[in-house]
Each structure stands twice: as structure tokens, then as C-alpha cells.
């Protein structure tokens, strides 16, 4: 028997623990200052365009992500959309995916036991098209990342995706974004 499959690569990565703090102290400057939620995919929570040294770091670990790909040079990338969540106990991110951008990704800046993972679907089966699930209720189909401060992960924008309910006490606060790959 031969067995073929198709791959889709989700990278998990850590961030510098001294921007971390900063770019969590200008994401609350930030909401406290303009209070509105720009909405989008956020339920309950915050949400607003953030620009911030963080997103060097961000670049540093797609760029060895990217790898993975055999993307070769000369190629140049932009953030095709770089924004910040606050999301308080019982906010989430409902199921959605991304057309601005090749890859997405998350990085945590806060988050506590229970803040609600990140749950990105298999793109060929997802469980509201099979009925068989693991014991623990969880979707097979599916990665789970529970968030952890200075961590993050990069995947294919076309993957379809949501944040759990925050069933913790604390805001659960994150980075996301999309990422664009251009040739000269």
C-alpha cells in the first residue's frame, strides 16, 4: 500500500520577551486612547490596526519560517495587515480566514490557562462534514495552540481558523497579521 498525502506547515515560534512587553504596554495606550473596536473577526474583544517594532521579530521568524517553502531569493514581503486584540473573559475570534495576504499568523502578548486556543481547521475535511471526533471532544481535523506569551505561529491565510471563547479571569492580548510574498 502506498500512502500520499498533502501537507499544509503551521510554524510555532518565540518572540523577544523585552518587545513583548513593550508593544503590550502601546496596544492598552492604544485602546484607551481610540476605544472603538474596528470588529472584524473579533466577538466581544478589541480590535485596531497597531504598528510596532514587534513586527521586526515577526519578520526575523517568517523569514526561516518561509524556508519550509523553497521560496527562493529575490523575493520581498510586506504585512499586508498588522493588527492587535484585547480580548477580555468571554471574547473570541470567530471561524474565518484571510485574502490579503499569502500566510497569517498570531503572536501572544498576554494570555492566561483558558484564554481560548487558536484552533486552525484541516483545509480538506473539518468536522462539519465528519462526525468522527477524539474522546475528548476535540476535532481531529484541527490544531489546537493554546496561547502563550511571546509565541507565535504562521500559516497558509487560506486556512480557515478561529480563537475559542477566553474562559480565563485576564485579557487575553495578541498580534495578528497577514503577510504578503512578492518577486521582483
Known amino acids: ?37 474596528d470588529g472584524n473577526s473579533n466577538y466581544l474583544g478589541w480590535q485596531k490596526d497597531f504598528d510596532h ?6 519578520e526575523r521568524e517568517f523569514r526561516k519560517y518561509i524556508t519550509h517553502y523553497c521560496i527562493e531569493e529575490p523575493y ?9 486584540n484585547i ?18 499568523g498570531a503572536f501572544w502578548l498576554k494570555a492566561e490557562k483558558n484564554s481560548g486556543d ?11 462534514i465528519n462526525t468522527c471526533m477524539i474522546p475528548q471532544g476535540r476535532d481531529y481535523n ?13 500559516f497558509n ?9 477566553n474562559r480565563s479571569n485576564e485579557d487575553r492580548v495578541s498580534i495578528a497579521y497577514h503577510i504578503g510574498i512578492h518577486y521582483n
Not at 87 to 104: I, L, R
Not at 157 to 165: E, P, Q, R, T
Open 87 to 104: 480580548n477580555p473573559p468571554g471574547a473570541s475570534n470567530t471561524m474565518h480566514h484571510h485574502t490579503v495576504g499569502e500566510f497569517s
Open 1 to 37: 500500500m502506498e500512502y500520499v498525502s498533502f501537507e499544509e506547515t503551521i510554524g510555532v515560534y518565540d518572540g523577544d520577551q523585552s518587545v513583548v512587553d513593550s508593544a503590550l504596554c502601546e496596544v492598552y495606550k492604544l485602546r484607551d486612547k481610540d476605544p472603538v473596536s
Open 118 to 128: 487558536l484552533v486552525v481547521m484541516n483545509p480538506f475535511y473539518n468536522r462539519f
Open 76 to 84: 520581498w514581503l510586506t504585512f499586508t495587515k498588522f493588527f492587535c
Open 157 to 165: 491565510s487560506n486556512l480557515i481558523h478561529y480563537v475559542d471563547i
Open 142 to 154: 484541527a490544531k489546537y495552540f493554546q496561547p502563550q506569551p511571546n509565541k507565535g505561529v504562521f
Open 53 to 58: 517594532p514587534i513586527k521586526n521579530v515577526i
